[in-house]
T-cell receptor
Protein backbone atom coordinates (compact mmCIF):
# COMPACT_ATOMS: atom_id res chain seq x y z
CA UNK A 1 0.00 0.00 0.00
CA UNK A 2 1.22 3.50 -0.81
CA UNK A 3 1.58 5.96 2.01
CA UNK A 4 3.77 7.94 4.34
CA UNK A 5 5.55 6.50 7.32
CA UNK A 6 7.05 8.39 10.19
CA UNK A 7 9.30 7.03 12.89
CA UNK A 8 9.51 6.82 15.74
CA UNK A 9 5.98 7.36 16.99
CA UNK A 10 7.26 8.70 20.31
CA UNK A 11 10.65 10.29 20.89
CA UNK A 12 12.22 11.59 24.04
CA UNK A 13 15.16 13.93 24.05
CA UNK A 14 17.33 15.44 26.70
CA UNK A 15 17.96 19.14 26.53
CA UNK A 16 20.97 19.96 24.38
CA UNK A 17 20.63 16.92 22.13
CA UNK A 18 19.86 16.88 18.45
CA UNK A 19 17.29 14.35 17.27
CA UNK A 20 16.21 13.28 13.80
CA UNK A 21 12.66 12.40 12.82
CA UNK A 22 12.21 10.10 9.88
CA UNK A 23 9.70 10.54 7.06
CA UNK A 24 9.41 8.17 4.11
CA UNK A 25 6.86 8.07 1.30
CA UNK A 26 6.28 5.56 -1.49
CA UNK A 27 3.69 7.63 -3.34
CA UNK A 28 6.24 8.89 -5.86
CA UNK A 29 5.44 12.44 -4.80
CA UNK A 30 7.83 15.25 -5.63
CA UNK A 31 6.89 17.58 -2.78
CA UNK A 32 7.29 16.93 0.93
CA UNK A 33 6.54 19.02 3.99
CA UNK A 34 7.16 19.15 7.74
CA UNK A 35 4.60 20.67 10.08
CA UNK A 36 4.56 21.28 13.79
CA UNK A 37 1.31 20.96 15.74
CA UNK A 38 0.82 22.48 19.20
CA UNK A 39 -2.35 22.40 21.31
CA UNK A 40 -4.81 25.09 20.32
CA UNK A 41 -2.91 25.97 17.18
CA UNK A 42 -3.19 24.93 13.61
CA UNK A 43 -0.39 23.22 11.76
CA UNK A 44 2.62 25.43 11.15
CA UNK A 45 5.02 24.80 8.29
CA UNK A 46 8.64 24.17 9.26
CA UNK A 47 10.25 23.23 5.92
CA UNK A 48 9.15 22.04 2.53
CA UNK A 49 10.84 20.50 -0.46
CA UNK A 50 9.59 20.65 -4.03
CA UNK A 51 12.16 18.33 -5.49
CA UNK A 52 15.22 16.27 -4.58
CA UNK A 53 18.19 18.29 -3.31
CA UNK A 54 16.05 21.37 -2.82
CA UNK A 55 14.22 22.63 0.24
CA UNK A 56 12.90 25.91 1.56
CA UNK A 57 12.19 27.35 4.99
CA UNK A 58 8.64 27.63 6.16
CA UNK A 59 7.23 29.90 8.85
CA UNK A 60 9.06 28.42 11.86
CA UNK A 61 12.35 26.98 10.53
CA UNK A 62 14.60 28.29 13.30
CA UNK A 63 16.19 25.45 15.25
CA UNK A 64 15.34 22.84 12.60
CA UNK A 65 17.19 21.42 9.62
CA UNK A 66 16.25 19.04 6.79
CA UNK A 67 17.77 17.18 3.89
CA UNK A 68 16.29 15.75 0.70
CA UNK A 69 18.84 13.39 -0.80
CA UNK A 70 16.25 10.92 -2.05
CA UNK A 71 12.81 11.50 -3.47
CA UNK A 72 11.16 9.24 -0.92
CA UNK A 73 12.88 10.57 2.20
CA UNK A 74 12.72 13.91 4.01
CA UNK A 75 14.22 13.67 7.52
CA UNK A 76 13.85 16.51 10.01
CA UNK A 77 16.52 17.27 12.60
CA UNK A 78 15.49 19.15 15.71
CA UNK A 79 18.61 20.86 16.97
CA UNK A 80 19.51 22.11 20.41
CA UNK A 81 18.87 25.62 19.11
CA UNK A 82 15.12 24.93 19.06
CA UNK A 83 14.00 26.45 22.36
CA UNK A 84 10.67 24.69 22.74
CA UNK A 85 10.79 21.48 20.72
CA UNK A 86 8.12 19.50 22.60
CA UNK A 87 5.33 19.09 20.05
CA UNK A 88 3.67 16.77 17.58
CA UNK A 89 5.39 16.67 14.20
CA UNK A 90 3.61 15.78 10.98
CA UNK A 91 5.18 14.99 7.64
CA UNK A 92 3.19 15.33 4.43
CA UNK A 93 3.68 14.92 0.70
CA UNK A 94 1.92 15.98 -2.47
CA UNK A 95 2.32 15.03 -6.11
CA UNK A 96 3.86 18.40 -6.79
CA UNK A 97 4.06 21.55 -4.72
CA UNK A 98 0.96 23.57 -5.35
CA UNK A 99 -2.21 24.53 -3.59
CA UNK A 100 -4.38 22.47 -5.90
CA UNK A 101 -2.61 19.28 -4.88
CA UNK A 102 -3.88 17.31 -1.94
CA UNK A 103 -1.36 16.82 0.82
CA UNK A 104 -1.15 13.33 2.29
CA UNK A 105 -0.05 13.07 5.89
CA UNK A 106 1.92 10.58 7.91
CA UNK A 107 0.87 9.37 11.38
CA UNK A 108 3.13 11.84 13.17
CA UNK A 109 5.88 11.78 15.80
CA UNK A 110 5.39 13.04 19.33
CA UNK A 111 8.64 14.62 20.56
CA UNK A 112 9.10 15.28 24.26
CA UNK A 113 12.07 17.07 25.74
CA UNK A 114 12.93 15.89 29.22
CA UNK B 1 -2.17 38.60 5.43
CA UNK B 2 -3.83 35.32 4.62
CA UNK B 3 -5.57 33.82 7.62
CA UNK B 4 -8.01 31.02 8.36
CA UNK B 5 -10.34 31.31 11.34
CA UNK B 6 -12.31 28.55 13.01
CA UNK B 7 -14.34 30.24 15.71
CA UNK B 8 -15.73 27.08 17.29
CA UNK B 9 -13.09 25.32 19.43
CA UNK B 10 -15.53 22.52 20.22
CA UNK B 11 -18.87 21.27 18.95
CA UNK B 12 -21.15 18.42 19.95
CA UNK B 13 -23.73 16.57 17.91
CA UNK B 14 -26.12 13.75 18.63
CA UNK B 15 -25.57 10.60 16.64
CA UNK B 16 -27.59 10.65 13.37
CA UNK B 17 -28.06 14.42 13.57
CA UNK B 18 -26.51 17.13 11.39
CA UNK B 19 -23.77 19.53 12.44
CA UNK B 20 -22.11 22.47 10.71
CA UNK B 21 -18.55 23.56 11.38
CA UNK B 22 -17.60 27.13 10.51
CA UNK B 23 -14.55 28.47 8.74
CA UNK B 24 -13.75 31.93 7.43
CA UNK B 25 -10.64 33.05 5.63
CA UNK B 26 -9.05 36.25 4.53
CA UNK B 27 -7.36 36.62 1.15
CA UNK B 28 -6.95 38.96 -1.76
CA UNK B 29 -6.31 36.09 -4.16
CA UNK B 30 -8.88 34.91 -6.67
CA UNK B 31 -7.54 31.45 -7.49
CA UNK B 32 -7.27 29.24 -4.46
CA UNK B 33 -8.39 26.01 -2.88
CA UNK B 34 -10.08 25.22 0.39
CA UNK B 35 -9.90 21.98 2.32
CA UNK B 36 -11.37 20.29 5.35
CA UNK B 37 -9.12 17.77 7.05
CA UNK B 38 -10.11 15.36 9.80
CA UNK B 39 -7.69 14.37 12.56
CA UNK B 40 -9.05 11.42 14.57
CA UNK B 41 -7.51 10.29 17.87
CA UNK B 42 -4.88 8.40 15.88
CA UNK B 43 -3.60 11.90 14.90
CA UNK B 44 -3.28 11.08 11.18
CA UNK B 45 -4.76 13.85 9.05
CA UNK B 46 -7.25 12.73 6.43
CA UNK B 47 -8.70 14.88 3.67
CA UNK B 48 -12.47 15.11 3.99
CA UNK B 49 -13.40 17.45 1.16
CA UNK B 50 -11.89 19.99 -1.22
CA UNK B 51 -13.34 23.04 -2.96
CA UNK B 52 -11.89 24.96 -5.87
CA UNK B 53 -12.60 28.68 -5.55
CA UNK B 54 -13.48 29.02 -9.23
CA UNK B 55 -16.30 26.49 -8.90
CA UNK B 56 -19.62 27.87 -7.78
CA UNK B 57 -21.04 24.45 -7.04
CA UNK B 58 -20.51 23.30 -3.48
CA UNK B 59 -18.43 20.15 -3.08
CA UNK B 60 -20.05 17.02 -1.69
CA UNK B 61 -18.57 13.74 -0.49
CA UNK B 62 -21.20 11.32 0.78
CA UNK B 63 -22.37 12.68 4.16
CA UNK B 64 -20.01 15.65 3.98
CA UNK B 65 -20.82 18.82 2.10
CA UNK B 66 -19.63 22.40 2.16
CA UNK B 67 -21.33 25.76 1.95
CA UNK B 68 -18.85 27.91 0.05
CA UNK B 69 -19.65 31.61 0.07
CA UNK B 70 -16.83 33.25 -1.89
CA UNK B 71 -17.90 36.85 -1.40
CA UNK B 72 -18.27 36.32 2.32
CA UNK B 73 -15.06 34.25 2.44
CA UNK B 74 -16.84 31.52 4.30
CA UNK B 75 -16.36 27.77 3.95
CA UNK B 76 -18.46 25.72 6.35
CA UNK B 77 -18.58 21.94 6.58
CA UNK B 78 -21.87 20.12 7.06
CA UNK B 79 -21.86 16.58 8.36
CA UNK B 80 -25.15 14.76 7.92
CA UNK B 81 -26.25 11.61 9.76
CA UNK B 82 -23.35 11.99 12.20
CA UNK B 83 -21.64 8.79 13.24
CA UNK B 84 -19.48 7.97 16.24
CA UNK B 85 -16.52 7.65 13.90
CA UNK B 86 -16.88 11.29 12.92
CA UNK B 87 -15.56 12.35 16.32
CA UNK B 88 -12.27 14.12 15.63
CA UNK B 89 -10.53 17.44 15.24
CA UNK B 90 -11.49 19.15 12.00
CA UNK B 91 -9.14 21.61 10.36
CA UNK B 92 -10.01 24.06 7.64
CA UNK B 93 -7.15 24.92 5.29
CA UNK B 94 -6.51 27.31 2.43
CA UNK B 95 -3.94 27.28 -0.34
CA UNK B 96 -3.30 29.61 -3.25
CA UNK B 97 -3.14 27.86 -6.59
CA UNK B 98 0.43 27.16 -7.68
CA UNK B 99 1.98 27.88 -4.29
CA UNK B 100 3.35 25.42 -1.78
CA UNK B 101 1.77 26.80 1.31
CA UNK B 102 -1.28 25.58 3.13
CA UNK B 103 -2.66 27.82 5.88
CA UNK B 104 -4.53 25.93 8.57
CA UNK B 105 -7.12 27.08 11.06
CA UNK B 106 -6.84 26.21 14.73
CA UNK B 107 -9.32 23.37 14.49
CA UNK B 108 -12.73 22.41 15.86
CA UNK B 109 -13.08 19.38 18.11
CA UNK B 110 -16.25 17.50 17.23
CA UNK B 111 -17.84 15.22 19.81
CA UNK B 112 -20.53 12.78 18.72
CA UNK B 113 -22.95 11.75 21.45
CA UNK B 114 -24.52 8.30 21.39
Amino acid sequence: DGGITQSPKYLFRKEGQNVTLSCEQNLNHDAMYWYRQDPGQGLRLIYYSQIVNDFQKGDIAEGYSVSREKKESFPLTVTSAQKNPTAFYLCASSLVAGGNNEQFFGPGTRLTVL
Amino acid sequence: AQTVTQSQPEMSVQEAETVTLSCTYDTSESDYYLFWYKQPPSRQMILVIRQEAYKQQNATENRFSVNFQKAAKSFSLKISDSQLGDAAMYFCAYAVSGTYKYIFGTGTRLKVLA
